[in-house]
């Protein structure tokens, strides 16, 4: 069974840091994995996909990479921006059976100005 | 306007009553999905259809049932409502080709009383 976590669980930090989100999962039969941004009682906006072919994916301040091997992906957000507050999930989209999206626990992340 | 909507936005009900979330894609998108979000819990994957007509359990089934009578519509139906089922319920899709991402639509706050 495909499990995702994400690490950490919560982050502060002050405007203009650079940072790093992690994600990890146990099977590596995938197709792709997906970052996604959550606000306070909003839906789901995506932010990058990364096919299982790629390394990384960049937009922005935004660059996600891909290590299907070891299982891990990081979102890595550039001169973080108190506007980059919210939940952070990873999701991945399984190439076996049928192709669901599982879903990490998020990392709620919170910029101070 | 192109895009995944959901309705209504918030429900209240009372325990015992029958309520029917909807959601409509003009995608044409194949996969449709309803997951439920709750604290502690993260998204959880109610049911999923693969084209009209073809629907199957996911991990929290119970209680709910879903309809794919026509390719752009996945209604989710709560057919007597417990409190346990207060809960955001997003609807998503995604398109027949394996390098697309997963579109969320913008959530249905239901609180059942």
């Known amino acids: 069974k495909q499990e995702v976590t994400q690490i950490p669980a919560a982050l502060s930090v002050p405007e203009g840091e650079n940072l790093v989100l992690n994600c990890s999962f146990t099977?590596?039969?995938?197709?792709?994995l997906q970052w996604f941004r959550q606000d306070p009682g909003k839906g789901l906006t995506s932010l990058l996909l990364?096919?299982?072919?790629?390394r990384e994916q960049t937009s922005g301040r935004l660059n996600a990479s891909l290590d299907k091997s070891s299982g891990r992906s990081t979102l890595y957000i550039a001169a973080s921006q108190p506007g980059d507050s919210a939940t952070y999930l990873c999701?991945?989209?399984?190439?076996?059976?049928?192709?669901?999206?599982?879903f990490g626990t998020g990392t709620r992340l919170l910029v101070s100005p | 306007d192109a895009g995944i909507t959901q309705s209504p936005r918030y429900k209240i009900t009372e325990t015992g009553r029958q309520v029917t979330l909807m959601c409509h894609q003009t995608?044409?998108?194949?996969?449709m999905f309803w997951y439920r979000q709750d604290l502690g819990h993260g998204l959880r994957l109610i049911y999923y259809?693969?084209?009209?007509?073809?629907?199957d359990k996911g991990e929290v089934p119970d209680g709910y049932v879903v309809s794919r009578s026509k390719t752009e519509n996945f209604p989710l139906t709560l057919e007597s409502a417990t409190r346990s089922q207060t809960s955001v319920y997003f609807c998503?899709?995604?398109?027949?080709?394996?390098?697309?991402?997963?579109?969320f639509g913008s959530g249905t706050r239901l609180t059942v009383v």
């Open positions: 999701a991945v989209r399984r190439n076996t059976g049928f192709q669901k999206l599982v």
């Open positions: 099977d590596s039969a995938i197709y792709n």
């Open positions: 990364i096919q299982s072919s790629q």
């Open positions: 995608w044409s998108h194949s996969y």
């Open positions: 259809s693969a084209a009209a007509d073809i629907t």
């Open positions: 998503a899709s995604v398109g027949d080709r394996v390098n697309r991402g997963y579109t």
